[in-house]
């Protein structure tokens, strides 16, 4: 089987998919594969994007069981603050924590929070009435963005004091943070944020901060909110890890007796649980995926899980789609 794992990755990395690679295959008690490919190690630590959001869906999981937030409980109860933003107000009027972490907020996708002034509450009263509120589950950073705000304000800690009390001391789980001081064994992410230039331009948006072209981000993390507006540290993006800190989770989302720990890798909305996607991507199972190329896949019914990280977005070329990688890889994983 490991040559199987091996040759789905270098066929990938053959045809500049992405120029590293490191892959961890477990299950509850047992460690399948551990390797790395390109000019990385077996524990470099890699710009997660997007798996960011698990470690927030985490974190709320866990102040729900601990009785400080509900699952049905309104936004505005735990953010007062936007009772005093009329249009912001209205627009998550009704709007649960529930539906955050489904993305069914009716919140646009993304926007460039850091092409406007203000904090966050200011900007997204003046973003969110120019768009449509939409209907149904739409991925939207913005919804994490407010998960993000939840915890600060419940817990009255910033996003660093809540990862270290709820992911590094109660999980025990270690090589994970917001921006690593040590840059010494990161792997480069991008050159600049080439591709979200491109969505401004779509959108008539003007920024003149970008990041230069020439030189790749270590250790910087590449989404442009997480970067230019929350300066790394955000409920959307920002984390920094480890393949092994990223399988320590997925265990304890395996080996959990807890209801709603369980329920939350379970479709609540089309193709959602809570924080978690379910698709064709991880079959019979749960995942996330960063778009930095990082991904987590868990099937807990066959006791089997991975984590891949690559860094697909380090190319001065355009950045290729890793769908079908993600798909044949978790579909030979099934196999162990």
Same mark, same amino acid.
Request: hydrophobic share 35%; with cysteine; glycine share 8%.
């Given at each position: 089987?490991?040559?199987?794992?091996?040759?789905?990755?270098?066929?990938?990395?053959?045809?500049?998919?992405?120029?590293?690679?490191?892959?961890?295959?477990?299950?509850?008690?047992?460690?399948?594969?551990?390797?790395?490919?390109?000019?990385?190690?077996?524990?470099?630590?890699?710009?997660?994007?997007?798996?960011?959001?698990?470690?927030?869906?985490?974190?709320?999981?866990?102040?729900?069981?601990?009785?400080?937030?509900?699952?049905?409980?309104?936004?505005? =109860?735990? $953010?007062?603050?936007?009772?005093? %933003?009329?249009? #912001?107000? &209205?627009?998550?009027?009704? !709007? *649960?924590?529930?539906? /955050?972490?489904?993305?069914?907020?009716?919140?646009?996708?993304?926007?460039?929070?850091?092409?406007?002034?203000?904090?966050?509450?200011?900007?997204?009263?003046?973003?969110?009435?120019?768009?449509?509120?939409?209907? =149904?589950? $739409?991925?939207?950073?913005?919804? %994490?963005?407010? #998960?993000? &705000?939840?915890?600060?304000? !419940? *817990?009255?800690?910033? /996003?660093?004091?809540?990862?270290?009390?709820?992911?590094?001391?109660?999980?025990?789980?270690?090589?994970?943070?917001?921006?690593?001081?040590?840059?010494?064994?990161?792997?480069?992410?991008?050159?600049?944020?080439?591709?979200?230039?491109?969505?401004?331009?779509?959108?008539?948006?003007?920024?003149?901060?970008?990041?230069?072209?020439?030189?790749?981000?270590?250790?910087?993390?590449?989404?442009?909110?997480?970067?230019?507006?929350?300066?790394?540290?955000?409920?959307?993006?920002?984390?920094?890890?480890?393949?092994?800190?990223?399988?320590?989770?997925?265990?304890?989302?395996?080996?959990?007796?807890?209801?709603?720990?369980?329920?939350?890798?379970?479709?609540?909305?089309?193709?959602?649980?809570?924080?978690?996607?379910?698709?064709?991507?991880?079959?019979?199972?749960?995942?996330?995926?960063?778009?930095?190329?990082?991904?987590?896949?868990?099937?807990?019914?066959?006791?089997?899980?991975?984590?891949?990280?690559?860094?697909?977005?380090?190319?001065?070329?355009?950045?290729?789609?890793?769908?079908?990688?993600?798909?044949?890889?978790?579909?030979?994983?099934?196999?162990?």
């Amino acid at each position: 089987m490991e040559h199987l794992i091996d040759s789905i990755i270098s066929k990938y990395m053959d045809e500049f998919y992405f120029p590293s690679a490191v892959c961890k295959i477990f299950s509850v008690e047992k460690n399948y594969y551990h390797k790395a490919f390109g000019n990385v190690n077996a524990d470099t630590m890699y710009d997660v994007a997007s798996l960011s959001k698990i470690i927030t869906t985490t974190e709320i999981l866990m102040l729900i069981n601990d009785g400080k937030i509900n699952l049905e409980g309104e936004i505005s =109860g735990y $953010l007062p603050i936007i009772n005093g %933003f009329g249009v #912001l107000n &209205e627009r998550l009027e009704g !709007v *649960t924590v529930e539906q /955050l972490l489904t993305h069914n907020s009716g919140l646009i996708d993304w926007y460039p929070i850091y092409a406007e002034e203000g904090n966050i509450f200011e900007i997204m009263n003046k973003v969110v009435g120019r768009y449509e509120k939409f209907k =149904g589950t $739409l991925y939207s950073d913005l919804n %994490f963005m407010l #998960l993000a &705000e939840i915890i600060k304000s !419940v *817990t009255g800690l910033s /996003l660093e004091e809540s990862l270290d009390k709820y992911i590094k001391q109660r999980l025990n789980i270690q090589n994970i943070c917001y921006c690593p001081a040590d840059k010494s064994n990161i792997a480069p992410t991008s050159y600049g944020n080439g591709i979200e230039e491109g969505m401004c331009r779509e959108r008539n948006i003007e920024f003149n901060n970008w990041r230069s072209h020439d030189k790749a981000l270590v250790g910087e993390v590449n989404d442009g909110n997480a970067h230019y507006f929350f300066n790394g540290v955000s409920g959307h993006a920002g984390i920094f890890a480890d393949v092994n800190a990223y399988a320590d989770l997925c265990r304890y989302y395996m080996t959990s007796t807890d209801v709603l720990i369980k329920s939350s890798m379970e479709e609540h909305e089309e193709g959602r649980g809570l924080g978690w996607q379910i698709s064709e991507s991880f079959p019979m199972g749960c995942g996330h995926t960063g778009f930095t190329g990082t991904s987590v896949y868990i099937c807990k019914d066959k006791d089997i899980a991975a984590v891949t990280f690559t860094n697909r977005l380090h190319t001065k070329k355009e950045a290729k789609d890793l769908f079908n990688f993600r798909k044949e890889l978790h579909n030979c994983i099934l196999k162990y």
